[in-house]
C-alpha cells in the first residue's frame, strides 16, 4: 500500500477515520471543552463566594479538546492573583493601587521583564525596598522577586514557574501556575496584531479579541538568564487558547498526531526535550504560512509531515520562536549537542519512513488500528473498543470529574460559611442565586455556564444552610423550624442521595423514625434504579464507573450528574445536633500530634463528621429499626452496611465507615468484632482517626466489666 501513488491521501483519509474513532472529532472536541469550562466557572464562582481575589484560567490540551484518552495530557491551570495592577505604561497606574511597572531593556531575556514598584498615591517608582520580596537593582529600581507568589499548593511539586500535583492512575496531573495580570496587550507582541502570513489566519478580528485579553506575567524566569529569580515570563495564554478553539478538526488532528510521535519517539521515559508547547507553536506556525485549503482530511499526511519538517528545522537553528512574541526563543538552552543531534534524527527518521513510523504508536492503538484501516491485517486481528465504548468512557469520565470538582469546592464555601454567622451564610447563598439569575436572564454562553455551575452548587448550600438552622433550633427545643425544613426540601436535588440523608438525620436526631426510615427507602429505591458512582472529592482516588453508568453518561446531559452521583455527605459543627452520636466523633479525629499530619489547605473537612452515602444511609436504617424494635430489618441493614465496606471499592471514607459499623457492633455486644473492624480503620488511615478513641474506650469497658 505504501508503494501506491496516490498513498498519502488514502493514507490521510484512513488516519483521519483512526482518529475519529479513538474521540479527535468534532463531536468529542466540544463535549472536552464544555467539560474544562464547566470546572473553570464552577471554581470561580467558588472563589467570588468565598471573597477570594483569584480567577482560574483552564489551558492547554484539555480545555482546547487536542487530545485523547491515551495521551493522558495534563491539566493547566493559571491561578492569577488580583493584588497588584500590573502595567506597561504610565497612563494605567491607578491611585491607591499596589502598582507595578513591567519593564524590558537590555538586561531582560526576550520576552521576560521586571516588575519595578511603583508608589500608590503618585505615579512615581518607590526607592526603598519594603519587604523581602524585594530586591534594588544596580540602576536603583525596587524590583519584585518572582519567587513572591510561588505557591504554597496542596500536595505539588516545585516545577519551574508550576506546581504539578501527581495524579494516581486514572486522574491526570495537574499544573497549578500562580501569575498576575495585565490588562494591555504586551509591547513587545504589537508587530504580530499587524502579522499576515499565506494563510491569512488568524484574522484581523480575531487577532483584536485576542489583543483584549492583555497578558499574564508568570513568576519564572529565562534559562538563559542572568537575573533568574527577578524576570517575570510574559504570557498570552488566553490569546493562545482562543486561537486554538478556532482550529479546524484536521488541525487539531494533526496537533493530537504530533503529540503522539513527541510521546512516543522524541521524549520517551517522559523526558523532556520537546515540550508539547513546542509542537503547539510549530503548528500554529504552519497554519499561519499555508493555504486554509492545505488543512483538509485527504491532505492530513502532509500536512503532518510539513509540521515534523517546520520542527526539525527549530530543533536544528536551536530556535523556536513563540507565536505571538516572537523574539521570545522557546528553545534558548533546551539542548545540549548531543541531545539535538539525536533529535534531529530520531524527526528525519520518522519523517523518511513515509508513514511506516505512524504504525508503531501504541497510545490508544493507534498503530493497529491504522493497521486494519489500511487493510494490512485482517479485521479481527486486534482486539479494540468501539467509537461508541470510547465516547461513553470519555463522558463518563467528563461527568465523574465534574461531580468530584463540585464536590470539592462546596467544602471549601463550607469552610468560609463555617466561621460566618446564619445571617452571613444566607446571604452567601442569595449571593449564588444572583450568579444563576444572571445567568438565566442574559443567556450568552458564559452566563449559561454560570446558571449550570449555579445550579450543581445550590443544592448542597441550600441543605447545610437549612441542617445548620436546624440544628440551632434542636439543641433549644428539640424541634425543627418550617423554615429549616424548606431550605432542606430545597437542596434535596444536590445528587441522589446525600442532601436527603441530611434530612433524614434532622428527623432522627428529633425522634421522628417514620418521617426519616420513609426517606431513607426512597434513597435505597432511586439508589438502585439508576447505575450510582459514589463521589469523594476529600481524597485523591480515582471513581470507577460502571458499563451501564457510562450508557447512561453517553445518552444523557450533565444534569443527569445528579441522579447517577452520591456525594459524600459532610457535616460542619453547627450542624452537631442533626448528627447521629456515633459520627459526632469524627468532628473530634485529630489530636496535637495528628494535626502534624494534616495539610491545612486540603484537609480542613477532617474538623467535621464526612461519611460515604451508602455506609449512611444503611447505618441511619440501621439505628432506626432499632429505635422501632424492627430486629429483622435492623439485621438487615447492618448486613448490607458491612456488605457496602468489604466490596464497594470507590468509598473514599472507608475508615468513617470502619468506625461506625465498629460502634454498631458494640450495640450488638459483640466486642471482638468491633475491636477488629476499628483495627481495620486504622489499617486504612493511621493519622486523623478517631478509632483509637473508640479502642480506648472499648478497651477501657471491657477492663471495667472485669
Not at 255 to 277: D, R
Request: charged share 20%.
Amino acid at each position: 500500500m505504501f508503494q501506491e501513488p496516490d498513498y498519502r491521501e488514502n493514507l490521510s483519509l484512513k488516519l483521519s477515520e483512526v482518529l475519529d474513532d479513538i474521540g479527535v472529532n468534532e463531536r468529542m472536541v466540544m463535549r472536552r471543552r464544555r467539560h474544562l469550562m464547566l470546572l473553570e466557572t464552577t471554581s470561580n464562582i467558588t472563589y467570588r463566594l468565598t471573597d477570594h481575589n483569584i480567577t482560574n484560567h483552564f489551558l492547554g490540551s484539555q480545555s482546547e479538546g487536542t487530545t485523547s484518552i491515551g495521551l493522558n495530557s495534563d491539566l493547566d491551570i493559571l491561578l492569577c492573583i488580583h493584588n497588584a495592577n500590573i502595567i506597561q505604561d504610565w497612563s494605567e497606574w491607578e491611585h491607591g493601587k499596589n502598582n507595578y511597572l513591567m519593564i524590558q531593556d537590555e538586561k531582560t531575556t526576550p520576552g521576560y521583564c521586571f516588575l519595578q514598584k511603583l508608589q500608590p498615591d503618585v505615579p512615581l517608582p518607590v526607592t526603598v525596598i519594603p519587604n523581602e520580596n524585594h530586591i534594588i537593582d544596580r540602576s536603583g529600581r525596587v524590583l519584585l522577586k518572582n519567587t513572591t507568589i510561588q505557591g504554597p499548593f496542596p500536595d505539588t511539586v516545585n516545577h519551574g514557574p508550576s506546581n504539578v500535583s501527581q495524579g494516581e492512575p486514572g486522574i491526570c496531573d495537574i499544573d497549578n501556575v500562580p501569575a498576575m495580570h495585565c490588562k494591555s496587550w504586551p509591547k513587545s507582541a504589537s508587530a504580530w496584531l499587524e502579522r499576515q502570513g499565506n494563510g491569512r489566519w488568524p484574522t484581523q478580528d480575531m487577532r483584536r479579541y485576542a489583543a483584549s485579553t492583555g497578558c499574564f506575567v508568570v513568576a519564572t524566569g529565562s534559562k538563559i538568564s542572568e537575573y533568574p529569580d527577578l524576570e517575570w515570563r510574559i504570557s498570552t495564554s488566553l490569546a493562545e487558547r482562543f486561537l486554538m478553539l478556532n482550529l479546524n478538526i484536521t488541525q487539531i488532528r494533526c496537533y493530537v498526531l504530533l503529540k503522539m510521535i513527541l510521546k512516543s519517539f522524541l521524549n520517551p521515559q517522559n523526558e523532556i526535550n520537546i515540550s508539547s508547547f513546542m509542537c503547539k507553536t510549530v503548528l500554529l506556525h504552519c497554519i499561519e504560512n499555508t493555504e486554509p485549503c492545505t488543512w483538509r482530511e485527504n491532505n492530513l499526511f502532509s500536512c503532518l509531515t510539513y509540521c515534523l519538517l517546520e520542527l526539525q528545522t527549530c530543533v536544528q537553528n536551536d530556535c523556536c520562536s513563540h507565536f505571538i512574541i516572537q523574539e521570545n526563543n522557546l528553545m534558548a538552552g533546551q539542548f545540549t549537542a548531543e541531545t539535538k543531534h539525536e533529535l534531529s534524527k530520531n524527526i528525519s527518521d520518522f519523517i523518511q519512513s513515509d508513514g511506516q513510523g505512524l504504525l508503531r504508536i501504541k497510545i490508544d492503538d493507534l498503530g493497529q488500528r491504522l493497521q486494519v484501516k489500511l487493510k494490512m491485517v485482517p479485521q479481527g486481528a486486534y482486539y479494540f473498543k468501539s467509537s461508541l465504548q470510547i465516547y461513553k468512557m470519555i463522558m463518563s469520565c467528563n461527568y465523574i470529574s465534574v461531580a468530584i470538582h463540585i464536590s470539592r469546592n462546596v467544602p471549601l464555601i463550607f469552610k468560609y460559611l463555617e466561621m460566618k454567622n446564619m445571617r452571613t451564610m444566607k446571604q452567601s447563598i442569595i449571593k449564588l442565586m444572583a450568579f444563576s439569575d444572571n445567568g438565566y436572564r442574559l443567556q450568552h454562553a458564559a452566563s449559561k455556564l454560570n446558571l449550570t455551575c449555579c445550579k450543581f452548587l445550590a443544592p448542597f448550600l441550600f441543605s447545610t444552610y437549612g441542617s445548620s438552622l436546624a440544628s440551632s433550633s434542636i439543641g433549644e427545643n428539640n424541634q425543627v423550624s418550617q423554615e429549616a425544613l424548606d431550605w432542606l426540601s430545597a437542596g434535596l436535588n444536590s445528587d441522589i442521595s446525600s442532601s436527603r440523608l441530611k434530612l433524614a438525620s434532622v428527623f432522627y436526631s428529633t425522634g421522628d423514625m417514620e418521617k426519616a426510615e420513609l426517606i431513607l427507602r426512597h434513597i435505597e429505591q432511586q439508589y438502585y434504579s439508576f447505575p450510582v458512582v459514589p463521589i469523594c472529592g476529600c481524597y485523591v482516588k480515582a471513581h470507577l464507573g460502571t458499563v451501564e453508568f457510562e450508557r447512561v453518561c453517553g445518552e444523557q446531559s450533565e444534569d443527569c450528574i445528579t441522579h447517577i452521583t452520591a456525594v459524600c455527605v459532610k457535616f460542619i459543627r453547627k450542624e452537631i445536633n442533626c448528627v447521629p452520636h456515633e459520627l459526632q466523633y469524627e468532628m473530634f479525629r485529630s489530636t496535637q500530634d495528628d494535626m502534624i499530619h494534616r495539610d491545612e489547605v486540603t484537609d480542613f473537612w477532617m474538623d467535621w463528621a464526612a461519611v460515604d452515602s451508602l455506609p449512611f444511609l444503611y447505618f441511619l436504617q440501621y439505628k432506626i429499626y432499632r429505635q422501632l424494635q424492627r430486629h429483622q430489618d435492623q439485621q438487615q441493614a447492618l448486613g448490607k452496611l458491612i456488605r457496602t465496606i468489604e466490596t464497594d471499592e470507590n468509598l473514599g471514607h472507608r475508615e468513617t465507615a470502619l468506625n461506625i459499623l465498629g460502634q454498631c457492633m458494640e450495640q450488638e455486644n459483640r466486642p471482638q468484632q468491633a475491636l477488629n473492624y476499628y483495627l481495620r480503620s486504622l489499617q486504612q488511615r493511621a493519622r486523623n482517626n478517631v478509632a483509637i478513641i473508640h479502642i480506648c474506650k472499648l478497651l477501657s469497658g471491657l477492663l471495667a466489666s472485669q
